[in-house]
């Protein structure tokens, strides 16, 4: 394998909580994947899905169940010592003493840290630098993923691992921390996010992988993962008019269809033949297809169909870049 | 590959700077590692008139003063510290220093530093004081008696750590300490010398993990050990910090229960 190219190698990952069998919980099964020097790679999945399992392994913090993980060459877990200095973490839910302030704070991971930046600089990136005198206990969550995100840069990282980077964030806060992500892979950091906001993935990611059940379901760049699912047209029949009034489905593209009172919905993976075929026969029958809707699929579709829908009770498909109702507490993200 | 064991010393310093900090503004931290000790001698100093020392053949002033040094090394840096690394871990700090370049014996170290300067710089006046006021003589043997400390601090360090595993809250460290705390205090010499107890009851208290380290200073202080108790209470005490210290290694939690 050649490490120059890719910086982080998973393969035939696995980890498991608890004993073998039923008692135990395989949070991990079998994920496989490189990312190369200078991509952003994002992980997504829903609650469960075990994105945090994942990243935990890659960080060094948990010992694989079976399997094999380098980072920049190195086993991260057995080789913590040559990894460590040259990778940044920003855990899900990191915590900092109470009583410190944020400069205190970062002063701390300073003299912890190899060649690191100086504490201004670390907090200016994140736009933190007026906050600097104030007591972590008095700052708000998104504040606290800022600091966090603060301490991961401090060393100046070549990979950079955010677990869920931007989750309490406001509006404002996130696309400043994007603008962050984009310019520190210009610079040619290795990036690797677990998210819960496709908005997210999709305007960051070079490569993607969308995590069930410990596996990963489908894979590769935001464009390919969304190709993979079918476009979308909708509309609705005049009276007097029914399905199979149309011409054979089958023959125009269309790969499944449903009716619900009168309004028809075609998947296709080929729309534009699919339309045409469909707009053709329109014109020739003079018939007003009301409601005309065609669209590609999007990432968030192409999530919601390989993920499921949310958990009980959450509105799945709220609106674009609405959390999928996922990952809510630190540690339990097995 | 082998893990290559390194130990930062700027690494712990920076650590244990922000924990002093910690320490400065936690009035409880403070009280228990400051007051109580002090407080603690007092009240033993006074307990201690009542019994006949004769045996033991020496002064309250002695027994209390030597005494006092199990009881700094139980507050200011046993109980403390299972506070301390309980209050880390339920803050996620102790996770979140894992995923940096402290290696995990840095980062229990470097949280245990500010408590080791303030025990020890107690010690120090409690040996000044003695000296100038309390009429004792001057120390004796100082390398039993450093070597007595260093064995305490090591162990009572190593000790929180495995204690701090049974604490789910900072409140409940102090329910998880008594037990050490009071067995010491009642079977370590902290408050009654060995040479004053019944003899099978001096062996049994001999063995318990804090009695070897009063037994050093005592004897560094006070002079009139032998080698052959010097080396016996040395061995014990090595004895019990490796124990603690694989104890530690072994179960102490870097994140909170959930």
Known sequence: MDIGDSVIDVSGLRRRYGPAGDEGFEAVRDISFTVARGELFALLGTNGAGKTSTVELLEGLAEPTAGEVRVLGHDPYAERSAVRPRIGVMLQEGGFPADLTVAETVRMWAGCTTGARPVAEALELVDMLRRKDVRIKQLSGGERRRLDLALALLGRPEVLFLDEPTTGLDPEARHNTWELVRRLRAEGTTVLLTTHYLEEAEALADQLAIMREGRIVSSGTPEEVIGSYPARIRFAMPVGWFVGDLPPLAELGVVRHEEERGRIELQTRELQRTLTGLLLWAREKNVELEGLDARTASLEEAFLAIAGAGPAGEPAGAGPGAGLGVDSVAGRNA | MAKAVSISVPRMTALGRAEFILLGRNKMGLY??????????????????????????????????????????????????????????????????????????????????PAVAVALAQCVLLVVAGVLWLDLRSVARPDLMAIGLLLGVAMSIALAAVTASWAKTVQGSQLVTSPLMLISVAGSGLMVPLEAMPDTMADICSLLPLTPVIQLVRGGWLGGMSAHEAGGA????????????YGAKRWFRWEPRR
């Open chain 2, 234 to 245: 040395i061995l014990t005490g090595i004895a019990w910090t490796i124990v603690a210290a």
């Open chain 2, 32 to 113: 228990v590692a400051l007051l109580l000790p002090v407080m603690m001698v007092w009240g033993v100093r006074r307990a201690i008139g009542e019994v006949d020392l004769g045996e033991a053949g020496m002064s309250v002033n002695e027994v209390a003063l030597t005494g006092a040094f199990g009881y700094i090394l139980l507050f200011a840096v046993y109980q403390h510290l299972v506070s301390a690394y309980v209050a880390r871990r339920e803050e996620l700090v102790l996770k979140r220093l894992r995923t940096g370049e402290t290696s995990d014996a840095e980062i229990l170290t470097g949280t245990a530093l």
